[in-house]
Nanobody, 118 residues
Framework: QVQLVESGGGLVQAGGSLRLSCVAS????????MGWYSQAPGKQRELVAS???????DYVDSVKGRFIISRDNAKNTVYLQMNSLKPEDTAVYYC????????????WGQGTQVSVSS
């Protein structure tokens, strides 16, 4: 069972920055696409950014130019650098390991809260 532990969330003013980290318990994720997801109160969990095993990143339009996803396979860690934060970015952020077969997340962390005040 792969365990994922997120950290780095917190309360920040609009325009500020946070860096989220997600550490996996196993090195299995070095071949898997990883994703960061957000879930705001009353809303579904949605993909914010993803990164393939060879470092190709993709972003939802609302965070392009503000967020940067990266990974360090040697450390079993994926990061999300969040810049120019907006109140609408407020959510619980989860990292997920994507299945090699379906491309969908199959393992989740416990989540880290990001709150952006106006």
């Amino acid at each position: 069972q792969v365990q994922l532990v997120e950290s780095g969330g917190g309360l920040v003013q609009a325009g500020g920055s946070l860096r989220l980290s997600c550490v996996a318990s196993q090195s299995i994720f070095s071949i898997n696409t990883m994703g960061w997801y957000s879930q705001a109160p009353g809303k579904q969990r949605e993909l914010v950014a993803s990164i393939t095993s060879d470092g190709r990143a993709d972003y939802v339009d609302s965070v392009k130019g503000r967020f940067i996803i990266s990974r360090d396979n040697a450390k079993n860690t994926v990061y999300l650098q969040m810049n120019s934060l907006k109140p609408e970015d407020t959510a619980v952020y989860y990292c997920g390991v994507h299945s090699l077969i379906t491309g969908r997340p199959i393992h989740w962390g416990q989540g880290t809260q990001v709150s952006v005040s106006s």
